[in-house]
């Protein structure tokens, strides 16, 4: 993916993310979706699949990881799977769940790998969607074009912010959006500090 200079954020809050997750609760028991088991995609999709699966009441639980991403707008050729599934899925309900569908093509990948893995049904859910992803959960609570820091990957953003910029005042300029995109200021000093 190319890489993009004017990059806009989006920080949700904590409170924020349980909200998206209590509303996409309601949204998946209102189209009588019952999952046998959720899958979290890990990193991105941790906290939010284990948030559903006690929303949801859904016992059955477990987390394959995909790596993709490697910066801001900077992905791999192509997924790797770098931790496969260790439960059987055969004739399963499955709900997987990221935090974001960016390209899709990572969820895409995961899909497919559940579908090998004998899933009877597959549906996703994640907290955001981009505008231009070619894999489009079933269930998403914001359409978006921004990059979204999430609380549980504000550092590893922020690092990836401070690396890719050239000169203290692009620096601070890309610091200042995060800031009014909603990450507290006094946790991006506190990264950048650590950082130094």
């Not at 904590?14 to 046998?36: A, G, V």
């Not at 960016?102 to 049904?121: M, P, R, T």
Request: charge should be positive; proline fraction near 4%.
């Amino acid at each position: 993916m190319a890489d993009n200079t004017e990059t806009k954020y989006e920080a949700p809050t904590w409170n924020q993310i349980y909200d998206m997750l209590l509303r996409q609760s309601q949204k998946i028991k209102t189209d009588i979706f019952k999952p046998d088991i959720i899958i979290g995609i890990a990193r991105g999709g941790t906290v939010p699949s284990r948030i559903l699966s006690d929303l949801l009441e859904v016992k059955d639980f477990a987390f394959i990881q995909i790596e993709y991403y490697e910066g801001i707008n900077q992905t791999r050729h192509e997924p790797i799977l770098k931790q496969c599934l260790t439960t059987h899925l055969g004739g399963k309900k499955t709900l997987l769940v990221d935090d974001i569908s960016d390209s899709g093509i990572s969820l895409q990948f995961a899909k497919n790998h559940l579908q090998q893995q004998g899933a009877k049904v597959i549906k996703i859910a994640t907290l955001y969607a981009k505008t231009t992803t070619i894999t489009k959960p079933d269930y998403y609570e914001n359409l978006t074009s921004s990059w979204i820091v999430f609380p549980w990957d504000a550092k590893e953003n922020v690092r990836k912010i401070v690396e890719k910029q050239r000169g203290k005042r692009a620096l601070r300029r890309e610091v200042t959006k995060l800031v009014k995109a909603g990450l507290p200021k006094q946790l991006a000093e506190k990264f950048l500090e650590d950082m130094q």
